[in-house]
């Protein structure tokens, strides 16, 4: 039996370095490599920015939630998800960007054309 991980007691990143998300540079960009659930050895790159985000992507699943996080909902499914401080953070400078969940963000994601 797989044991849980208490993410409530972990700073966000204590929490993104244990799901294996991990700092990287590709094509000479900085962002992260976030590991695809169910996916072993696929991840999705996402690049870092200061700009405005076309959407915050929040966790639905409570046992995810790190100190601090908030409950509200998915923009597109209307779901229950988590936003951690950082992300709370962020939406207060772009109140009018989406929070998606993860599973609107993957179809998001499989909709757009591929890039390059």
Same mark, same amino acid.
């Given at each position: 039996?797989?044991?849980q991980?208490?993410f409530?007691?972990?700073?966000?990143?204590?929490?993104?370095?244990?799901?294996?998300?991990?700092?990287?540079?590709?094509n000479?960009?900085? &962002?992260i490599?976030?590991?695809?659930?169910?996916?072993?050895g696929?991840?999705?790159?996402?690049?870092?920015?200061?700009?405005?985000?076309?959407?915050?992507?929040a *966790?639905?699943?409570?046992?995810?939630?790190?100190? &601090? *996080?908030?409950?509200t909902r998915? *923009?597109?499914?209307?779901?229950?998800?988590?936003?951690?401080?950082?992300?709370?953070?962020?939406?207060?400078?772009y109140?009018?960007v989406?929070?998606?969940?993860?599973?609107?963000?993957?179809?998001?994601?499989?909709?757009?054309?591929?890039a390059?």
């Amino acid at each position: 039996m797989k044991k849980q991980v208490n993410f409530k007691k972990m700073t966000e990143g204590q929490a993104l370095y244990s799901l294996g998300v991990r700092a990287i540079e590709k094509n000479g960009k900085k &962002g992260i490599n976030l590991p695809i659930p169910g996916k072993p050895g696929e991840s999705l790159f996402i690049e870092a920015s200061d700009e405005k985000p076309g959407a915050i992507v929040a *966790s639905d699943r409570k046992q995810d939630r790190v100190k &601090g *996080s908030k409950k509200t909902r998915c *923009s597109d499914c209307g779901c229950a998800v988590w936003i951690s401080p950082s992300t709370q953070g962020m939406l207060k400078r772009y109140p009018d960007v989406p929070v998606i969940c993860i599973a609107c963000m993957m179809k998001w994601e499989q909709k757009s054309p591929p890039a390059g």
